[in-house]
């Protein structure tokens, strides 16, 4: 079974600055997917950034990229430029590309980091 | 395009009690999953529909239960509810099993009394 962890449970950044929230999975597969989602007050969860395993170049979407680091089973999401919005919880996923296993199309979660913007 | 729709949004139970989430997943999306979140035991999933059919399954008892219809609806029932019931049910909806997104709906907060 496939384990996500996100070993700091809060993160504080001052406005305009860079934060980056760490993510550890444990996994034996070889293809896989890997997400960010924010989860603001308002509890909806909204899709940041994502990644194939089987891309080397890391993702980017605007402000936000990660640090996909494949042998060490590592998923770092960076935030530059902070901004008050980005308040939220965060939680990084992983998603098997096995269309042949059981757990296929499943999200399993971290148990997520909330971070705190200050103005 | 709207989005995932899930009613209703709040609801509250007492024990013993049974109680039935609704989904409506993104017009043309076939694939529905479902997950629990509590503060405790963070995100964790339920099931998976596609094509009305249950793909796949969490570690959750059979008080858990749901069914997608054939307009790509889904719903979910919880039997008999307990006190650690109380979460917020979240349903994503997708294409297909391996899409590449999930999209999520905002959620029903369920709490048990």
């Known amino acids: 079974a496939q384990t996500v962890t996100q070993s700091q449970p809060e993160m504080s950044v001052q406005e305009a600055e860079t934060v980056t929230l760490s993510c550890t999975y444990d996994?034996?597969?070889?293809?896989?997917?890997l997400f960010w989602y924010k989860q603001p007050p308002s509890r909806q969860m909204i899709l940041v950034i994502r990644?194939?395993?089987?891309?080397?170049q890391n993702a980017t979407e605007n402000r936000f990229s990660v640090n996909f680091q494949k042998a060490a089973k590592s998923f770092s999401l960076k935030i530059s430029d902070s901004q008050l919005g980005d308040a939220a919880m965060y939680f990084c996923?992983?998603?098997?590309?096995?269309?042949?296993?059981?757990?296929?199309?499943?999200?399993?979660f971290g148990q997520g980091t909330i971070l705190t913007v200050h103005p | 395009k709207a989005g995932v729709t899930q009613t209703p949004r709040y609801l509250i139970k007492t024990r013993g009690q049974q109680v039935t989430l609704s989904c409506s997943p993104i017009?043309?999306?076939?694939?529905v999953s479902w997950y629990q979140q509590t503060p405790g035991q963070g995100l964790q999933f339920l099931f998976e529909?596609?094509?009305?059919?249950?793909?796949n399954k969490g570690n959750f008892p059979g008080r858990f239960s749901g069914r997608q219809f054939s307009n790509s609806r889904s719903e979910m029932n919880v039997s008999t509810l307990e006190l650690g019931d109380s979460a917020l049910y979240l349903c994503?909806?997708?294409?297909?099993?391996?899409?590449?997104?999930?999209?999520f709906g905002p959620g029903t907060r369920l709490t048990v009394t």
């Open positions: 017009s043309g999306h076939r694939s």
């Open positions: 990644q194939e395993a089987y891309k080397q």
């Open positions: 996994t034996s597969e070889s293809d896989y997917y």
């Open positions: 996923a992983y998603r098997s590309a096995d269309a042949g296993g059981t757990s296929y199309g499943k999200l399993t």
């Open positions: 529909y596609f094509s009305e059919t249950q793909r």
């Open positions: 994503a909806s997708s294409l297909a099993p391996g899409s590449y997104e999930q999209y």
